[in-house]
Nanobody, 125 residues
Framework: QVQLVESGGGLVHAGDSLRLSCDIS????????MGWFRQAPGKEREFVGA????????IYADSVQGRFTISRDNVKGPVHLQMNSLKVEDTAVYYC??????????????????WGQGTQVTVSS
């Protein structure tokens, strides 16, 4: 059974940084692309970024490009989302997800089949 568990969320001020982690209880997760999404109240789930199985390919949403960085440790396991220069509009529940497909960096929610429970990030002005 695949389990993804996010951690690291919290309440910060605009301009601060946070590092989210996604711990994965799946031995061969190293074969799969991993993505981060977020969902703000009353809005649809939004793509944040994705990293290929080997970390060689990365893509980000325009709204976070240059501020957020995804990394993965295929030895110890966590996938991280480093968020710098946070803005109020970054407030959302953040989810990590695993994609078993052939795309290096999937960007649609329906391309992912395993999801974590989410971690809340709140950015105050």
């Amino acid at each position: 059974q695949v389990q993804l568990v996010e951690s690291g969320g919290g309440l910060v001020h605009a301009g601060d940084s946070l590092r989210l982690s996604c711990d994965i209880s799946f031995r061969t997760f190293t074969l799969y692309a991993m993505g981060w999404f977020r969902q703000a109240p009353g809005k649809e789930r939004e793509f944040v970024g994705a990293i290929s199985w080997n970390g060689a390919n990365l893509i980000y949403a325009d709204s976070v490009q240059g501020r957020f960085t995804i990394s993965r440790d295929n030895v110890k396991g966590p996938v991280h989302l480093q968020m710098n220069s946070l803005k109020v509009e970054d407030t959302a529940v953040y989810y990590c997800a695993m994609s078993p497909g052939n795309l290096a960096t999937p960007a649609r929610p329906d391309e992912y089949i395993h999801w974590g429970q989410g971690t809340q990030v709140t950015v105050s002005s």
